[in-house]
Nanobody, 124 residues
Framework: QVQLQESGPGLVKPSQTLSLTCTVSGGSITANYYGWNWIRQPPGKGLEWMGVIAYDGSIYYNPSLKSRTSISRDTSKNQFSLQLSSVTPDDTAVYYC????????????????WGQGTQVTVSS
């Protein structure tokens, strides 16, 4: 059974960088042909796809967030990470990591496993 778990600070100050990590168990992040995503949901709004890192290390970003977003991975720890720079209160959201079996579209639309989500609040 694949499990994803988000971790990171729950409170970030405006203008700082938000950093989150997703730890994956029960499956390798380098296994063909999975894509590992970051998705967020601001309060009262829908889900927003932020980006994906594929099994081979390829990375794709939501164009609207690309200038502030960086996704990376640590294969030795079976983790992938998100950094979002220059945050504002509009970046307050529940942040999720999720897997797709294969990246066939952007944004991906067939997630099979999700983390439980982590609340991040941007406030001074």
């Amino acid at each position: 059974q694949v499990q994803l778990q988000e971790s990171g600070p729950g409170l970030v100050k405006p203008s700082q960088t938000l950093s989150l990590t997703c730890t994956v168990s029960g499956g390798s992040i380098t296994a063909n042909y999975y894509g590992w995503n970051w998705i967020r949901q601001p309060p009262g709004k829908g889900l927003e796809w932020m980006g994906v890192i594929a099994y081979d290390g390829s990375i794709y970003y939501n164009p609207s967030l690309k200038s502030r977003t960086s996704i990376s991975r640590d294969t030795s720890k079976n983790q992938f990470s998100l950094q979002l720079s220059s945050v504002t209160p509009d970046d307050t959201a529940v942040y999720y990591c999720a897997r797709v079996p294969e990246i066939t579209t952007l944004p991906p639309d067939e997630y099979d496993y999700w983390g439980q989500g982590t609340q991040v609040t941007v406030s001074s």
